[in-house]
């Protein structure tokens, strides 16, 4: 091959600068050109980290001489490792040669205008060098549905994928089902035993069951309760194989049509409908990629067309020696590559060009795709001349060289410049074919890989592209392709269509006039502009952190936690206007402003756009299109025959099938049943007995929508001190004596610490009203451990607590629901009211109990609470338990003969028990 210097020149004015790029382990510095973005950097240096680093024995080291240091020299080692094979196989010529060959390779890639695709670092290949006798060359994993064995085999492989995505679904859900029996214990701030204890730590007996119900055996169980965390099934563990099938149109009904169905739904079966692309579509896994940026070559000044043969002929002879060099998966399919080396030449950015190019934009990307198909296989051709052509190319030949004659005649009829240039390309190419043959079997212009599009900066077509600004900011504009054929003033119009006015003047159905006559002052409104420039939903713009909750309750009047533009009363309908005002436009499609230049082209959506450009480059490429056709994840088995023999009459090449994925949530609601009977054996059977009829379970739906207190509510104040630090507990109750709502006051911690435990306490009362038990808040928070913790004094229930969150749920807990077993205080003797430091058999005035404030005078001053029993020791010596009775005044078994009189020990009644 001969290479003169073309690109390399075109890099004196590029600038290159130091990036600071934050990757998964740290953040890296590195020098990149300044065009680039920190995503695009990233992707190269993830690239740079699979290079394999071979050289061929008794190489002739040439490195690049452009930007030696650039991505910490992975580009100069990359190009310099696939000289020195080129040199090694004879594919380059002289170092001279050589090093024109690197410089350019650099450049290309410093450019943007092509890019490789990632290989493997290691792993079988047959020597490139040496010539060493291989074994025979394996056919190519492709299935004839026309043979009941491969329908069989492919049912059979079919089945198994079944069963391990379910198998895979199952440990993943026991996986982490056993993570969160260790969280629990992990999160539990109490005595280690107690946190390991499900009997006393409520999360944790919550988390075993959950694992139990899971699938998880309860060894595994207890193994988790000791802290062994299990690892996470791989996703990528499932069974990686894409089949390959063909099948005629014509048979493709009955049993091979239902194979096919059930292979499809899998999202796994690329049917072809000829044999020959089948087995392209096969082969294509081993070839070596690259792809050529299609807007960066626009671009460049100068001739276009002989840009884009330069470019491909230099990228056909990096890729055949990647090819020779370059490492597979294992021994056969490296033994395939070494004997039938496909290439992949890819046009990414062929919607942006096609789009750039007005209304003949298709008819220009074919006459592209033509060119660069005919290039690449004149330059094959020129391959094979000096080391021959592929294994099989004598089967091969006639099939190829039909291809090239009809893509002359397609080439002849289009009415493009760029036409005529690559059916003269087409005709040269099947002349040297035909004297020297091809060495590439098939040579692809379609290739799907995110991360190569990533690396050339380009991505999927939308009306709407993200950029980076000069101080790393992401924004959103319009796409490039479309803004080059508009004047500024229509741009401008484009991106508001696309993008949202971001206002809510003159927003129909929600704009400020409407606002304030529902309620709305000019606080809320300007709070509301301010959030229009940051959300992506309206609803958003009208949340709780915009609108402040108790303006929401008190002066609108909406108390659920729904959308609330729709409980103001607006229809669906106006609130989708509003949005598409406000925020924008999901595409152009119905821009009534779009130039008749565009308008074709932006009256269908992206995806139809991308697909009419792939068919138009197909025709011109040896391997199918099999990009994805996306259906529902409803899809049945009918309904993918249907779309198998649709795309059969269509005249298509090859179809691939993808279900959307399923829905991660409950699909269906279950009614709660009761296990069936066992029915008893023979010899166990008893007598039937007639069964009385009788409720053992109650079912009751309970409203978790908020329950308001009354505006007028009893409680009490707790004052105490943890550690020192006072603490107030404000309580709120329901007339029925629930509580509703917590306060809690700190003082002298600091207006940060107040106002997260004011806020929290917000949080607890909020969740009070919507139904949440309280003792689950109580399980929660006791034996957390923080500072301040302590002695408390104040309080006669607590004694001491491990935290503040500590103290105050057990105040809660022994005040309402009567736990005392989280009361850990030793108290004095205690009288009617509680608190201790009185006498049993004083007479407490109410005022002890009740707010004469919240009374307001109804309760009579007299009242007071009458002294209660209070249980006295016994003692066992004088008196028998055996000979006492009950006491009718407090009813225990203390009422014992003390002379004439019958004394009872525990309340000390006696004057009325006389005889």
């Avoid at 504009?477 to 054929?485: I, K, M, S, T, W």
């Avoid at 309620?519 to 713009?541: H, K, P, S, Y």
Wanted: charged residues 25%.
């Amino acid at each position: 091959m001969r290479f003169t210097p073309r690109f390399a020149p075109l890099t004196a004015d590029l600038s290159i600068g130091l990036r600071s790029v934050e990757r998964a382990a740290a953040v890296v510095e590195t020098l990149a050109p300044d065009g680039w973005t920190d995503a695009r950097v990233e992707a190269w240096l993830d690239w740079a980290d699979t290079l394999p680093t071979d050289r061929p024995a008794l190489a002739c080291d040439i490195r690049p001489t452009l930007a030696p240091t650039v991505l910490d020299g992975a580009l100069s080692d990359w190009a310099a490792r696939l000289t020195a094979w080129g040199r090694a196989v004879g594919v380059v010529e002289g170092s001279a040669e050589a090093q024109v060959f690197a410089d350019d390779l650099v450049a290309t890639v410093l450019l943007g205008l092509a890019a490789p695709a990632a290989t493997l670092r290691d792993g079988a290949r047959v020597h490139p060098v040496a010539g060493d006798p291989t074994r025979p060359t394996p056919d190519p994993a492709v299935l004839d549905l026309s043979d009941p064995a491969d329908r069989t085999a492919l049912t059979r492989a079919v089945e198994a994928r079944r069963i391990a995505d379910l198998a895979q679904a199952s440990a993943e859900a026991a996986t982490r089902a056993l993570i969160a029996v260790a969280d629990a214990v992990d999160r539990c701030e109490g005595p280690a035993a107690d946190c390991a204890d499900p009997a006393r730590n409520p999360a944790l007996a919550r988390a075993m069951a959950a694992a139990r119900r899971a699938g998880a055996p309860d060894a595994d169980i207890l193994r988790a309760l000791g802290g062994d965390r299990p690892a996470l099934p791989d996703p990528k563990a499932r069974l990686a194989v894409r089949w390959t099938a063909y099948a005629e149109p014509s048979a493709l009904i009955g049993q091979a049509a239902d194979v096919a169905a059930s292979a499809a739904l899998s999202g796994d079966l690329i049917l072809s409908f000829d044999a020959g692309d089948a087995t392209a579509i096969a082969d294509r896994s081993l070839a070596a990629a690259c792809a050529l940026n299609l807007p960066a070559i626009d671009a460049l000044p100068g001739d276009s067309a002989a840009t884009l043969e330069a470019l491909t002929r230099l990228w056909t002879t990096a890729l055949e020696i990647e090819t020779a060099c370059g490492f597979s998966a294992d021994g056969p399919a490296a033994r395939r590559r070494h004997a039938v080396r496909p290439i992949v030449i890819g046009l990414s950015g062929s919607v942006d060009a096609a789009v750039a190019s007005g209304d003949h934009g298709f008819q220009s990307l074919a006459a592209t795709a033509g060119l660069v198909a005919a290039t690449s296989a004149l330059a094959s051709s020129e391959i094979a001349a000096r080391l021959g052509p592929c294994d099989g190319w004598d089967a091969s030949a006639p099939a190829a060289l039909d291809a090239l004659a009809r893509r002359q005649d397609q080439l002849a009829r289009l009415d493009d410049p760029l036409a005529a240039r690559a059916a003269d390309l087409c005709a040269e190419a099947r002349t040297a074919m035909q004297k020297t043959g091809r060495h590439h079997a098939t040579i692809g212009l379609l290739l799907d890989d995110p991360e190569l599009d990533l690396r050339l900066g380009a991505s999927a077509f939308s009306h709407v592209e993200t950029f980076q600004t000069a101080d790393g900011q992401i924004g959103r504009r319009l796409h490039a392709c479309l803004a080059q054929g508009l004047d500024v003033e229509t741009r401008v119009e484009a991106e508001r269509w696309l993008l949202g006015r971001r206002t809510l003047e003159g927003a129909p159905g929600l704009n400020p006039e409407r606002l304030r006559s529902l309620g709305f002052t000019d606080a809320e409104l300007e709070a509301v502009e301010i959030a229009l420039a940051q959300v992506d939903r309206l609803d958003d713009a009208f949340g709780p952190h915009v609108l402040d909750p108790g303006f929401v309750r008190d002066v609108l009047g909406i108390e659920s936690d729904g959308g609330l533009l729709a409980q103001l009363g607006l229809s669906p309908a106006e609130i989708a206007e509003a949005t598409a005002d406000i925020l924008g436009h999901a595409d152009l499609s119905d821009w009534p402003g779009a130039p008749t230049a565009l308008a074709s082209l932006l009256a269908e959506p992206p995806a139809t756009i991308a697909h009419q450009a792939r068919a138009a480059i197909e025709p011109f490429s040896d391997v199918p299109d099999t990009s994805a056709d996306v259906q529902p994840w409803t899809l049945t088995s009918s309904e993918a025959v249907a779309l198998l023999a649709q795309a059969a009459a269509e005249g298509r090449r090859a179809i691939r099938l993808r279900p959307d994925p399923a829905p991660s949530g409950p699909l269906f609601t279950l009614p709660e049943v009761e296990p069936a009977p066992r029915r008893p054996s023979l010899e166990t059977q008893e007598p039937e007995v007639r069964a009385v009829e009788k409720i053992v379970e109650r079912i009751v739906e309970r409203d978790r929508s908020r329950r308001k207190l009354p505006d007028r509510r009893k409680g009490y104040i707790q004052k105490a001190a943890v550690g020192g630090h006072k603490v107030y507990i404000h309580t709120g109750e329901y007339d029925d004596g629930e509580l509703g709502e917590i306060f809690i006051d700190m003082h002298k911690e600091g207006a940060a610490f107040r106002s997260l435990m004011n806020n929290f306490a917000i949080a607890v009362s909020l969740g009070l009203q919507h139904g949440v038990p309280l003792d689950e808040f109580v399980d929660a928070f006791v034996f957390t451990r923080f500072e301040p913790a302590g002695r408390v004094t104040g309080n006669d229930s607590i004694g001491s607590a491990t935290s503040i969150l500590d103290y105050i749920f057990r105040e809660l807990g022994v005040s309402y629901l009567g736990r005392q077993e989280l009361a850990n205080a030793d108290a004095e003797p205690l009288d009617a009211d509680g608190l201790g430091s009185g006498k049993a058999d004083e007479l407490v005035p109410a005022a002890r109990f009740m707010s004469k404030g919240f009374a307001r005078g109804a309760a009579p001053d007299n009242l007071v609470v009458l002294p209660f029993g209070r249980a006295r020791e016994v003692d066992t010596k004088t008196a028998s338990a055996a000979n006492a009775d009950a006491c009718p005044a407090c009813g225990d078994f203390t009422l014992q003969q003390r002379g004439a009189v019958r004394v009872c020990d525990a309340c000390g009644a006696s004057a009325s028990m006389q005889g």
